[in-house]
């Protein structure tokens, strides 16, 4: 099922700082992923059903598509679905990851449109919808791997309030396009990641 292209209305960043942002979001996610050993592939993750090797062939999956789909390339479903590399998953993600921080942070990247099935097969993405995408996966799978090891996890608080306005765009649903469960009760007081992570499906307080 294809899902909507994220939009935020009046977004709390001008253009210009947006791929500043996801180059931030990224290196912290990338962090909490370099603590993991191949050791912990098998541990569960706070993503129902998945270890984390699943986790990471998803998320190196879509590093790769959306790298790709930043540099203007036509991709395909195919161009979207993980695969597993063994103990080799944590090296397989760190190339990916790197190799989608230098392309959206690529000049003219705003600008364009990109191809990306899992959100639509009939229409081009606009650049600052992509990026926002690909940030708050960024974000939350940052959190995931960093639960998942207990390790911390940190972002800085520009990248937090980009984050939320981000996530409290996507609306609470039974059915988010298999991509996030319903949200989860949180202190609209708290903690602005905690306030994200409950907003896509994962409990603040996990794993206690």
């Not at 540099?71 to 090296?91: E, F, L, N, S």
């Not at 003219?108 to 009939?122: H, S």
């Not at 608080?157 to 949200?183: H, K, N, Q, T």
Request: glycine content about 8%; hydrophobic content about 45%.
């Amino acid at each position: 099922m294809a899902r909507a292209a994220i939009k935020v209305p009046g977004s709390i960043r001008r253009m210009e700082q947006l791929q500043e942002l996801h180059t931030r979001a990224m290196s912290a996610c990338a962090a909490a992923v370099a603590q993991a050993t191949p050791a912990d592939l098998s541990r569960p993750t706070p993503c129902a059903g998945w270890t984390l090797a699943d986790l990471l062939a998803h998320m190196t999956a879509q590093d790769r598509g959306f790298a790709g789909a930043a540099r203007g390339a036509v991709t395909t479903a195919d161009d979207w679905k993980p695969q597993y590399h063994g103990d080799d998953a944590i090296t397989e993600y760190a190339e990916a990851a790197a190799d989608v921080q230098r392309a959206i942070a690529e000049d003219g990247v705003l600008e364009r449109g990109f191809v990306i099935p899992e959100f639509a097969t009939d229409r081009l993405i606009k650049g600052p919808n992509a990026v926002r995408a690909h940030l708050i996966d960024a974000v939350v799978h940052g959190w995931d791997v960093a639960r998942t090891l207990g390790a911390g996890y940190v972002l800085d608080d520009e990248v937090l309030a980009e984050s939320l306005a981000i996530a409290e765009s996507i609306p609470d649903a039974d059915d988010r396009g298999g991509f996030f469960s319903r949200a989860v009760a949180a202190d609209p007081v708290a903690a602005p990641l905690d306030r994200i992570v409950a907003h896509l499906g994962r409990s603040p307080s996990r794993p206690d």
